[in-house]
Structures are given as structure tokens and as C-alpha cells.
């Protein structure tokens, strides 16, 4: 059951109901050792919030506050599990994927050569082609969004093709 406080602040509402609130940010991030990190990072927001206006339900504001809180933790540790390895002797392990600085310079250059080729391309082809490449589009649709045949399409996309295939070689490296 809340605690109501006539005239309290949110601080004054959020101590008094902390055990109500505690239970709220368990329910939703399962452990009750995340739930007092989650209210203690709650309690931190609200009290400098710097919020200007008068809350007509402090009990209700600080349940939200303490829900949404719990959720970004939630939605955090999802985030960071998808990247987190664990080895067995602790230690940091090989990231498969990675890349040396070299092959990043290389990556920015090809990619910067190819943004120079499109550069060159009229207007309509390159969004043409990008649309198609990028987009996800179909030569019909493309052709029904631009107001033109799909061949002509079709002849867009082949010269666009052709354009950066100079660059070909720089993918082979």
C-alpha cells in the first residue's frame, strides 16, 4: 500500500515508498540485488531530475520513473550479452571479427573512392541505384515511385554497376 504524503516533495515519497518501489523494479529485472541498483539509480534520477513543475501524483511519477529505469537495465543487459565472452581463466578473449587499424583505413578509403564514383553519376541514377542496392527496392518499384520504365531502370542500375566496378579491384586486396 503507498504512502501518501500531503505536500511532500518526490524525494519525501519515493524514501517512504522505497520497499513498494524496490518490489516494482524486482518484478521487472528479476533479481533483488539488480532491483536496490535499479532504485538507487531511480532515487539518483529523481532527485536531480531538476524537474519544474508540479506532479499532481508523486507516488505514480516515482513508480513510473523506477519501471522505466528497471527496463533500461533490462534492455542494456541484453545489449551488452550480446557482446560479452566469458573464458574460463578470466582472461580478455581473441574478438573474432575484429579488424587492424590497416584494413579499417583501407575499408574508409574504398569506401570514399566509391562515394566519389556515385558523386559522378547523374542525380536519378545514383538514387536509382541506391534505392536498389541499399533500399531494397525492386526495379518496378523503383520505376513506379520515379515515373519511369523499368527498363530504364534496369539501364540506371547497369550504369551505375559499370561506374564502380573501377573499384573492383580495391575490393580484391
Known amino acids: 500500500m503507498a504512502i501518501v ?7 519525501e515519497v519515493f524514501i517512504a515508498n522505497r520497499p513498494q518501489l524496490r518490489r516494482i523494479a524486482q518484478r521487472i529485472v528479476g533479481t533483488p540485488e539488480i532491483a536496490d541498483e535499479v ?9 536531480t531530475g531538476g524537474y519544474d513543475r508540479d506532479i499532481e501524483k508523486p507516488y505514480c511519477y516515482c513508480c513510473q520513473v523506477i519501471r522505466n529505469v528497471a527496463r533500461d537495465h533490462c534492455r542494456r543487459q541484453s545489449t551488452e550479452s550480446i557482446y560479452r565472452m566469458h573464458t574460463s581463466d578470466g582472461e580478455l578473449p581473441h574478438v573474432s571479427g575484429g579488424c587492424r587499424p590497416e584494413q579499417r583505413l583501407r575499408e574508409r578509403q574504398v569506401i570514399a573512392a566509391l562515394g566519389k564514383v ?11 541505384f541506391e534505392l536498389y542496392r541499399l533500399g531494397g527496392f525492386t526495379q518496378r518499384e523503383l520505376a513506379a515511385e520515379m515515373g519511369c520504365s523499368a527498363t530504364l531502370i534496369n539501364f540506371m542500375i547497369r550504369d551505375a554497376t559499370l561506374a564502380i566496378a573501377e573499384c573492383r579491384d580495391m575490393l580484391d586486396d
Open 118 to 128: 556515385l558523386d559522378t553519376l547523374p542525380a536519378k541514377t545514383r538514387h536509382a
Open 39 to 47: 532504485t538507487q539509480d531511480a532515487y539518483l534520477k529523481l532527485i
Open 5 to 11: 504524503i500531503e505536500g511532500a516533495t518526490l524525494e
